[in-house]
């Protein structure tokens, strides 16, 4: 999609009749994420409990961090016994996991496929360069810090971290949700405002709406 | 395979030059954009399809999504720290980064390596691109729905990589190959250890053998899908099993022979007609060639020496002006690297020429029209597109 | 057959900076207006039938830019590089997007990261690496990546930069 495409313009249906789209508004939600209040507290407590059993995670490989992910499905390290599982679109899952580098370019794509996704949902940042830039610190192409973009729950170093290290990085995302500490969904939607003006600031030609789920 | 261009004579009209003409105001066309976060991507890229029915009208490759900026970033740093860096630009075969790299400043500085290492590098090599095309054939596998064929050669995959941690004690990122030699060389009973690993790749290509190229589904969906004919190699920059499937025997390591090649003993493997089968089985066949060039190097390769040359004192290392390049045969094609030095403590420019440079952006736009979407991720798959090389 | 190739290239078209690299490498300068006719000779009769690459160094300080075009003869196992000095102020050069298919690829890049104009290439001015790109084309030498980087991307504090030479000496020789 380029941004043309969301102009407004006018169409020819196939029947020949002419009418406005205004894509924005007419294709896409434009309602704001909202803060969700935990509930009461057993019943809170048993949600995170199932919330940590179910991690299913979008297989979108933004950097060279994926490269380790696909030895990590093999029957060799058993992901499904840790109840972790990948699935192809960000519809279905609710853990991105942004791989590694982060160059701008994917961040675009990187915020859209996180607001796609159903909550409660949790971000997990695999290597050194999500952290403070690692190997590309001074890359005019790759971003320093992921937090500033994507609300982060767990940091998995390591360039690449290895298969045990993933796994001891969900590991520690399901103690802290059974903790009732992956909030990363509510802080997202707090701060909206400034999460989506740090994204503004490097993804220039914009051509999404600002909240698109 | 039936003609597909039977049915579709008349419609859409074609340009001069043999291209579809698109009119999206028709609405007869659908724009589908595959990728970036797409399951059947080869990486992080993305395909903008303009599709007529289910068939493939338009391709466009969109790339840059990995761009890092190496050779940007390697301008600014010294010749040593350059090493760890270039490893990174492709990941499931860094080694050959390594090596040009290495290459390319011992020839600018005038460093002779020692022969243990040249074998230990050789080595390395052929393990890279052995666990490279073990990767792969999952890929492919996968992209036609065989999803099993891809956990098994993961699996013995994952074995190659142990022996490369015995190694280097780098699982992805070897590191193994600085500039004038070797880190190390191999540790006691690596031998046994490396001829158990390469009995279980053989037993598992074994059994990737009757799953997949014995499977009616494979045969019938590939057979005649992505036809590459020999005189689209030189026009379309093609190297590596792409161009030999077609019947060029283009192989760096017979043509412009590097490190301990010329003293092992192999045939350059071509194929007839360069469909997505015959390229799957033309890999097939380099992985058993790969084992076999293990085993030979093994048995060849000395236990001891020196693996490290004299260098000067690499934090204030100059190298005279000149300029260079250096290529390797990697699995997807002719791995280079062109350097131009200019006697400071920094390289002037690194190009690094990576093989799906050409494929997937030149050739894949080209193979993909005519194609049916289903199979547009077999075909990408098939060219063994890699997108960090493309962008760097 | 190297010398005897430059003999004949030498009769045929100006060329200088002829630079054996290798046996099998050849580096040689080519004037502006007959670099593309060279490497049209190259491929149509000299069997130069392979374009391993066609890339770009920015020499700041002469105020020029440098292209190579890289050739390979795959019948007798041999490169040829061609270079080519552009004036930096005004970069414009000749497509040769009609030899080979993968040119207009590279004619892209070019554009797109060195500045460099190649008019008549197929889709030149499309971006091919970079969206929304505002600055200064990247790979130019008086492109600052550090200072961009530190200016758009949030650097994490309590990063230490040291000298390299100073740092490692400290730890690798500390005596001398």
């Known amino acids: 999609m380029t941004k043309k495409d969301l102009d407004k313009r006018k169409v020819t249906g196939p029947d020949g009749e002419k009418f406005e789209v205004d894509p924005l508004r007419d294709y896409f939600c434009q309602e704001r994420p909202r803060v969700h209040d935990p509930a009461r507290r057993i019943w809170e407590g048993f949600l995170n409990w199932a919330r940590s059993e179910s991690l299913w995670i979008l297989g979108y490989g933004t950097g060279c961090g994926a490269i380790e992910m696909r030895p990590l499905m093999t029957p060799r390290f058993t992901p499904n016994k840790h109840r972790i599982q990948w699935r192809p679109t960000p519809w279905q899952s609710n853990v991105p996991s942004s791989a590694a580098i982060c160059p701008s370019r994917p961040q675009a794509r990187g915020p859209g496929s996180y607001e796609q996704m159903q909550g409660p949902k949790y971000v997990v940042a695999l290597g050194s360069c999500t952290i403070n830039g690692g190997m590309y610190w001074d890359s005019y192409n790759t971003i320093n810090r992921l937090d500033k973009y994507l609300p982060v729950d767990v940091y998995i170093t390591g360039c690449m971290p290895r298969p045990e290290s993933l796994l001891a990085g969900f590991e520690k995302l399901k103690t802290l949700i059974r903790e009732g500490r992956g909030e990363g969904q509510n802080l997202y939607a707090k701060h909206f405002d400034e999460y989506k003006a740090n994204q503004k600031k490097i993804i220039r030609d914009w051509d999404m709406p600002d909240y698109n789920w | 395979m039936a003609d597909k261009n039977k049915y579709r004579e008349k419609f859409p009209e074609k340009d001069p030059d043999g291209s579809n003409i698109i009119d999206p105001e028709s609405h007869k066309f659908i724009k589908v954009w595959q990728g970036p976060q797409h399951p059947g991507i080869t990486g992080n890229m993305s395909l903008e399809l303009i599709l007529q029915g289910d068939e493939v009208m338009h391709c466009k490759t969109h790339v840059g999504y990995l761009h890092r900026g190496f050779e940007k970033l390697m301008e600014r740093r010294r010749f040593i720290q350059c090493f760890p860096l270039v490893c990174r630009i492709a990941v499931p075969e860094p080694d050959f980064n390594e090596y040009c790299l290495a290459a390319t400043l011992e020839e600018l500085a005038g460093i002779k390596v020692p022969e243990a290492a040249k074998w230990m590098r050789t080595l390395i090599l052929e393990m890279s691109r052995l666990t490279s095309f073990l990767m792969w054939l999952g890929g492919q596998s996968g992209a036609f729905g065989l999803g099993v064929a891809g956990q098994w050669t993961n699996y013995v995959r994952d074995l190659m990589l142990d022996r490369f941690e015995e190694i280097s004690g780098g699982r992805i990122y070897r590191m193994h190959i600085p500039p004038g030699g070797v880190r190390g060389l191999t540790p006691d009973g690596f031998r046994a250890r490396m001829e158990e690993t390469l009995q279980a790749v053989e037993a598992a290509m074994k059994d990737v053998d009757r799953t997949l190229f014995d499977n009616a589904v494979f045969k019938r969906r590939t057979v005649g899908l992505g036809y590459i004919p020999p005189e689209m190699v030189d026009a379309y920059g093609v190297t590596g099993p792409n161009a030999r499937a077609a019947g060029v025997p283009k192989d760096v390591r017979r043509d412009h022979p590097y490190l301990k090649y010329p003293e092992l003993d192999f045939d350059v493997i071509t194929g007839n007609d360069s469909d997505v089968y015959t390229r799957t089985d033309l890999r097939r066949k380099e992985i058993l060639l790969s084992v076999d060039l293990i085993r030979q190097i093994m048995a060849k390769m000395p236990g001891s020496g020196e693996y490290m040359a004299k260098l000067p004192n690499v934090l204030h290392w100059k190298i005279p002006r000149g300029e260079t390049y250096i290529r390797a045969e990697c699995t997807r094609g002719e791995y280079g690297f062109y350097t131009v030095t200019d006697g400071s403590g920094y390289p002037r420019r690194i190009n690094v020429r990576g093989p799906s440079y050409t494929h997937a952006v030149a050739l894949m736009e080209k193979l993909a029209v005519d194609c049916n979407i289903a199979d547009v991720a077999g075909l990408m798959s098939s060219l063994h597109t890699y997108p960090p090389e493309i962008e760097r | ?176």
């Open chain 3, 1 to 176: 057959m190297m010398k005897a190739l430059i003999e004949r290239l030498e009769q045929k078209f100006r060329i200088s900076e002829v630079v054996r690299q290798r046996n099998d490498e050849l580096f040689m300068t080519a004037a502006k207006e007959e670099a593309v006719s060279l490497v049209t000779y190259l491929k149509e009769y000299e069997g130069f039938t392979h374009l391993v690459l066609l890339t770009a160094v920015d020499w700041l300080e002469a105020g020029r830019f440098q292209l190579t075009y890289l050739l390979n003869n795959n019948a007798v196992k041999a490169d040829a590089g061609i270079r080519v000095y552009l004036d930096r102020e005004r970069p414009e050069m000749e497509s040769i997007h009609h030899l080979w298919k993968q040119a207009a690829t590279y004619q892209r890049e070019l554009k797109e990261m060195f500045g460099i104009g190649f008019p008549g290439s197929p889709r030149v001015d499309e971006p091919f690496i970079l969206e929304g790109w505002r600055d200064i084309p990247p790979y130019r030498r008086d492109f600052d990546t550090k200072k961009y980087s530190e200016k758009t991307y949030f650097p994490r504090p309590g990063r230490k930069t040291y000298d390299p030479e100073e740092y490692m000496k400290k730890q690798l020789y500390p005596e001398e």
